[in-house]
């Protein structure tokens, strides 16, 4: 597998074409020492069978689709089933599973490009996708943009698995590991993992809103818990915009600080309940995601917004990882 790296003077990051994925992210400990903080595979071949979309931009449309299908402009489109009834992240042939094109490459920037075709995994409108990656600091920032020749929809993220401590392999797991999210409220979840209403965090395993280890509560009898087998559920930002955090993890290990920012209303949180049989040598819960999105499945309900793209419109968005060190 060919990959592209980028490096300054606190944080090195290497990048594949394959899904215009993150497969590394080395970042200084509180001792100076080089650590990797995500999940990742060194071949193709580990990401197409047993990936599980790690490190990859995941659409057309991020989050799970109900039933599989929406309604635009009045025609019904079907997508594929490939999250029991729901279409999860573009379906089984989505952008993860796709080779972008490497354009405009420096030390510290990259582009990828791909086009997806009118009708690709079901979905209306030719769509230009362009994610671009820079190094700014010790933070990594994605920009997204995307442009279409006819109205389609549109809500893309990335999907990389974190590990602050620095260690991927039993016994390890993401319990330890502090987090804070900038949320009042969730969005709650069918049986189908479809969201429901929001439900406020205050009284709840939900509630991130000070630091909380994330295996404090993640074993609690909550209903929603139970439900996801874990944390797999989005929650509805107080603020959106780049002025403030979203999310904020921390290591006290390594001393690894990650804060989160983005322009999206929500922020997915997700713990490796999936990983384990499959996804060798990633353990159960050795991973947890923060995918900065729209809310799930809002092409069917307009109450959650408008992920609708038009061919007047553009398509553009920006998330932030920034890494530091707090000892």
């Known amino acids: ?150 109205p389609t929809l549109c809500a893309l993220t990335n999907h990389t698995y974190f590990n602050l401590d620095g260690s991927f392999f039993a016994p390890v797991s993401v319990y330890d590991t502090l987090l804070k999210i900038n949320a009042d409220s969730i969005l709650s979840i069918n049986e189908n993992f479809i969201p429901c209403v929001k439900m406020n965090v205050a009284d709840t395993p939900f509630d991130f809103r000070e630091f909380k280890k994330i295996g404090a509560q993640i074993n609690d009898g909550h209903l929603q818990l139970k439900i996801a087998g874990g944390y797999d559920h989005n929650f509805c930002l107080n603020k959106a915009g780049l002025s403030e955090a979203a999310a904020t993890a921390y290591s006290e290990k390594t001393g690894i600080l990650m804060r989160v920012f983005t322009d999206k209303p929500g922020v997915q949180l997700y713990t490796g309940n999936f990983l384990g049989d499959g996804t060798a040598p990633f353990p159960y819960r050795s991973g947890f995601c923060l995918e900065t999105q729209s809310f799930p499945n809002a092409c069917n309900n307009a109450e959650l917004g408008n992920v609708r793209l038009d061919p007047q419109g553009e398509y553009c968005s920006r998330t932030v990882y920034e890494f530091s060190v707090v000892i």
């Open 1 to 150: 597998m060919d990959k592209l790296f980028l490096r300054n003077d606190k944080i090195k990051v290497a990048l594949c074409a394959y899904g215009a994925r993150i497969v590394s992210i080395s970042v200084p400990d509180k001792n100076g020492k080089p650590t990797e903080v995500v999940l990742g595979y060194d071949s193709v071949e580990d990401y197409s069978k047993k990936g599980i979309y790690f490190g990859a931009t995941v659409g057309r449309v991020a989050n799970r689709i109900a039933n599989a299908s929406f309604v635009l402009d009045g025609k019904t489109y079907r997508l594929d089933k490939n999250n029991g009834s729901n279409c999860l992240h573009g379906g089984n042939d989505g952008l993860s599973n796709k080779t972008f094109i490497a354009k405009e490459q420096s030390e510290t920037a990259v582009t990828f490009e791909y086009i997806s075709k009118n009708g690709e995994s079901g979905f209306p409108g030719e769509l230009v996708i362009r994610v671009g990656y820079k190094l700014v600091g010790g933070g990594v920032v994605i920009e997204y943009s995307a442009h279409t020749d006819s």
